[in-house]
Each structure stands twice: as structure tokens, then as C-alpha cells.
């Protein structure tokens, strides 16, 4: 793990992120924090110069605006035609018809290189493209150890089918090509009473995508282990009365501080 | 008191939120703090879809935008037919037509829960939605000890004149359904030099009235406690050299460890 | 120095910010920190009537919008009536058409107080105004000890002939008025690894030349001392396993605590 890790602080990869409004500062200091760079822009007539300007595009369809989507499909199409990984983030896929729709359009025109989501979101957007139907469908709203089997096959037949890393995090995260799967258990249950730690990954996971062109499957499982053993340190250094808003603060700290060595004896990850 | 926090961190309600950019983060936090949790869409074609899944809407409108306004027309509205709690935060209300005639809009058009603002916001409202003419109108611009009679008289002529919660937060807080009327006294005046210590405490006041349907006043009451006695607990873990960032980080980490025995022996208030 | 921040602190000067919603948060944390007051508002609609209520005007163009621009123009317009110092931050200026064309309109249109930013995006405004042609444009991409005689020069230029003050920041940060300049050599480096420190100075900066209208250039001086002070300080309130997110805290907080004396000793600049 420790070399793409390495690669991302040595090339310092400018990421163009259209992302919320709610998240998005933390998604910049987050890609500071791991050796990248962001720049944000979600006006149609600017990212076609922004994202010409970066290495990688991230997109997340949290807080979509009619005009934002527009940009995500311009800097899409920019960002395909100049060979840039291209992440999407479908933040709220299945809560409304905008959010699948806006995922499923930008799924079907662009070229993605990853999709990262929870496992609810990615159910939404294979049963929406068509893709697994059946009885992949009926995978549980959660990967456990009990149905680890079941969502490594639904994660990797979804990725094999679309041609795209797909990314599960949760308890237990998946990222797989379709041909392999990284099974990652770090983390920590607490991160979910922080903001924003899913969009913060996907920010971080197009840097590490960017940085590592020649292997963005593992590059891609690297980012996941990272933001994971970041919380394991981050919570390590609670105190009392410290809650969620300080356990953010030390999450991206730890980010700022890890070294390819930590990450290398941190990672726990299995490939199936 | 602490029956109302319970319920919060017990069914975990779903807020709608309809915010402004400057603050937003940190009303997402402090949901998830309190034991809520957040979405945030504004988009007048995403609106009916998210709140429709949410339990409460709690439409602010700081950094009002053109499409915003009619996105808190639309979750308004369905807001309402489900029969959802509403809360409006009037945020500059008075200071641009634009603000005071949405607010006063939104008052018009929706069935209110409760409407959350300082003094001079809800002064605003006052008048110009025509209730509480004359004499009320002259309440000063902050809430004093000195003039707290008055001060208590016009909340709840407002309150019961409009058949909404009125919460009006300052040095003294006062909340009230028109009949009666809490008076708070928690609360550190340094949580003014932090941003959006109010549009936080609209957040979770949602939060909180969404989880206590059956008693809206005492759920709103009990936000305004819960909000000013971390500021107290937050206070008291200040250490040399912090400022008001840290300060924000710490009042979020009171609310997030917060217990109901805790709120119980912190809340200072009356009823008047 | 002193009396430029305490002029601050004693007159709360009341800031309207029209700026990118990456940042925008800390910038109203690091107003309310140095003394001054924030709001925010960006909607065509909205904005000459809340820069009606303010002292001064801070438009930064990241993440501009089509609609943000005509109320960047609008509340442009209205402050140079009101007679209200406007700065401009050009984010981006180079990065995209859209950013460079709209800095250089709002240059052409409004009579502007203050332009701060980084060489790159200077050097951009100073070339696409058709000012400062030449052999000032071959300025380098950062200013240092070894070109600070000709980054000088370059800078006096180009306030001299657009009449507004010009802050340039970096490892060694200049702010002219065509015949004096400030050469400032407080910071520290780790200070980028924060998303944002250049739009929380250009707020602050807003409010000490609002604070201090008889002392632009000083104030404007002062205030990029007080930044580069706050990171110093904040940096030396770091702990092991610190990292960014922390460090922004802390600056903030240095920025929250800091007295005229404090600033007078430890401003380090020289004039030319």
C-alpha cells in the first residue's frame, strides 16, 4: 500500500472536485492532508478550463442544482476526452428521482473510472442501469461477515459489468474491478456521526486514482484503508468531552501525518 | 427535560434542511451530534423527493438564492401535506426586502412549527406580517432582565397570534405557544463570536420537535437548553491560547456527549 | 500596527462577503475572530441592500456562478456609491477564461480598494489589463529574496497605475499603493497545507481597511501581518499527531486572541 500512498505526496495530483456544499471544505483539507490538491467549480461554463488544468475529476451529486449538473456533464465529457480519472460519488442515490437519475445519466455518458458509495446507493444504481438484476439485487443494506460472500459477488459482477472500480464502504468496505476484491475492515463506527467522511474519501480516492494511473484498482482500496486507520488514530487520540466535531479535526490530522510505513502496518485488508 | 433529548437519540429523525452555504457544515454536524440526522437539499425539483423521506424541515434563509426560495416553497409544502414539523429560520430578516418578504412568504403560505431568531428578525416578522401592531413593536432590540415582562408579553402575543412556536435567542431565550412561555438562561455570550451558533441550534431544534411530536413547546425548549448549556460545558474545557474555533469544536462536542441527566441539572429556565 | 487592529476590535466593522462556498465558513470565524462582523449574501436580488447595512465589500470569485457575477457587479456598484471599500480576491485568475474575464471586468467596472492575491493570479490581471507590459509580466511564479527587488518594482507598478492597493501573498508577502511597499516576512510555510488561508485574509483585510479609511495601505499591511503572526503562533501551539485541520483551529484562535501589542511585536516587515 505504502507506494501509492507515496505517490500522491511525491506528484501532488490537483483533483477538480464538483461536490455539496455541505462537505466540501472538508474534502479540501482532506486532499491537502494526503498530499494532494483541490480545486473546486461547478459552473458550466468554467470546468471545462478547470478541470483541463487537473489531473483527476471528482464528482459528487450531493446537493445537486439543476446548473451543477450541467458542469457535471461538461467536466465529465472534458475530462474523459484528456484521459482523467473521472470518480463519482452518488451521494443520496434512491432518496430522490434527481439524485438516481443525475447517477444513472452520468453512469451511462461518461467514462468512469470509480464509483464509490454505500452499499445502498450502488443497490440503486445496478438495479437503475440494468445491470444485476435478479438475485443481486437482494443484497442486504449492509455488508457484514454474515453476507460478506453475497456482496463480494453483487460489488464485483457490478464493477465486471460496468467496467468500473465500484468502491461499497460501511462497516466492512469492498473495491473491486470485477475481477478482484479488496475486503477492508478499517475504521471505526463512530466516523458515521461525522459529516461528510464518505465524500472526504472519495476526494482523497481520486487523488490516489490520479497518482497511481497504472493501478487505480489498488490505489483505489489504498484511499479506503488510509481514511479507515485514519479514524483508528484519529479516535486514539480522543480525550474526554471530545466528540464528533474534535474526532473530525484529528481524523484529517492523522491523514496530514500518515507515512506509507503506518499505512503498510495499519492497512487490514484481505483480497478475495 | 430529559425525556426530550432521549427521544432525539432514541428515533434518530431525519432533517430536511434547506441552509445557507456559510454554515451548513456544522448544522449537519450538530444534528449528528444531538442524534439526529442530516440531509440538506435545495433544489426546487430534489425537495419533494428528500423531505418526503426525512422526518422534519428546517428551511433557513441565509444566502437566500432565487431557486432556493421556490425549493422551500416545494418542501414546504409537502412538508406540510405530510403533515412533517416545519421550522423557519429568518435569518437577516430586516436587513434585505428580499429576506424579510420570503420569510414572511414562507409564514404566509406554510403551516409553521416553530420560527427560530434573534429579537430583531422576529420584531421584523412582526410587523410586517401585520400581527402584533402598535405597542409590541416597541420591544428593544435585545432581551434584558430589564425588559423581560415586555419582552415575554410580545413573544407570546406573536406566538399566539400566529399559532406558531416563537423562540427568540439572545443573552435571555424565550419560547413560547402563546400561552406559556419559557424563559432560558443558559448560554455564554463568547458563542456570539462563533458563526452560526444559531442556524446549529434551528438544526437541531428540528431535530428535537420532529422526535417529540406530541410536545413541540417543551422539545423546542429543551434545544435551546441543550444548545446554550454546551455552550456553558464547551466553555469550561477552554484551555490557554484557544479562540473561537476551538470553541465551536468544543460546543459541538458538549452536545454530541450531552446526557439527559446532564440537560436536567444544567437547564436554567422558567415558565411563565 | 496597533492601532489598525484595535480599530478593528473597537469598531466592529460590519463585512459583506460575496465568496465561494469552500471556504466561506472559516472566513466568517476569522471575521468574528479579528473583531469584525460577517454576512454573506450573493443573490443578485439581495445584495445591494444587505452592502447598504455593511462598512465594506470582499468579493472573491472562487466558485463563481452566473448569478453570483451580477451580484458581484451589483453589490460592486452599490458599495462605490455608498462609498464603501470593496476588495477583490481573483481565486483562480488564470485558471479558467471565466475567472480572468470576470476579475477583469470587476476591475474595469468598480473603483476597487484592494486587490490580494497570489503572484500567478496578479501577474494574470496585470497582463489582461493591458498594464504593466513587458518586462514586469516575467516577474517569477513566486517571490522570493533572490527577485524581491523586481517583484517590488512589479507590484508599485501595477498599484500605481490601477490606483488600488495590491497585496500580493506568498513566502514573502508585498502590499503596495504605487509608492510605498510592504514587505512582510511573517507565515510559515505549512500555512498552504490549509484550504483557505488567502480568502480568510481577504476578509479580514476587508475589515481593517473598513476599520482604518484614513490608513488603507497600512491596514491592509497590518492586516497581512496579523495572518502570518496567527499562523506563527498557531504553529507553536502544535502537538504531536497535529495536523492541518488542527492548525487551522489554531490560527483562528490566534487570530481570536491577539492584542495590538502582540502584533506590534511580532510583525515582521520593512517599507520601500
Request: charge should be negative; charged fraction near 20%.
Amino acid at each position: 500500500m505504502r507506494e501509492y500512498l507515496e505517490n500522491v505526496r511525491n506528484t501532488v495530483p490537483l483533483v477538480h472536485n464538483i461536490t455539496n456544499y455541505v462537505t466540501v471544505n472538508d474534502v479540501a483539507n482532506v486532499l491537502l492532508a494526503c498530499g494532494g490538491s483541490p480545486i473546486m467549480s461547478d459552473e458550466a461554463e468554467d470546468v471545462e478550463d478547470i478541470t483541463s488544468v487537473c489531473g483527476g475529476l471528482n464528482i459528487n451529486i450531493g446537493t445537486l442544482h439543476k446548473t451543477s449538473i450541467e458542469g457535471m456533464f461538461r467536466a465529465g465529457r472534458k475530462a474523459n476526452e484528456l484521459g482523467h480519472p473521472v470518480l463519482l460519488d452518488p451521494v443520496g442515490a434512491g432518496a430522490s428521482a434527481l439524485r438516481t437519475n443525475t447517477a444513472l445519466g452520468l453512469m451511462k455518458e461518461l467514462n468512469l473510472s470509480v464509483i464509490r458509495g454505500n452499499i445502498s446507493e450502488i443497490k440503486t444504481l445496478a438495479l437503475g442501469s440494468g445491470t444485476t438484476k435478479g438475485v443481486d439485487a437482494d443484497v442486504a443494506d449492509a455488508v457484514t461477515e454474515g453476507n460478506l460472500d453475497e456482496a463480494v459477488a453483487f460489488v464485483k459482477k457490478f464493477a465486471e459489468e460496468t467496467g468500473t472500480i465500484i468502491a461499497v464502504t460501511g462497516a466492512i468496505d469492498l473495491v473491486s474491478d470485477g475481477k478482484t476484491c479488496y475486503v477492508i475492515r478499517n475504521g471505526r463506527p463512530e466516523m458515521g456521526k461525522i459529516t461528510g467522511t464518505g465524500c472526504q474519501l472519495s476526494g482523497m480516492m481520486t487523488a490516489y486514482v490520479t497518482a497511481n494511473p497504472e493501478h487505480p484498482l489498488e490505489a483505489a482500496a489504498a484511499a479506503v484503508c488510509v481514511m479507515g486507520l485514519a479514524g483508528e488514530i484519529g479516535w486514539s487520540r480522543m480525550q474526554e468531552g471530545d466528540g464528533n466535531s474534535t474526532y473530525r479535526n484529528r481524523i484529517i490530522d492523522a491523514i496530514y501525518n500518515m507515512t506509507g510505513e503506518e499505512l503498510e502496518k495499519g492497512a487490514k485488508y484481505e483480497i478475495r
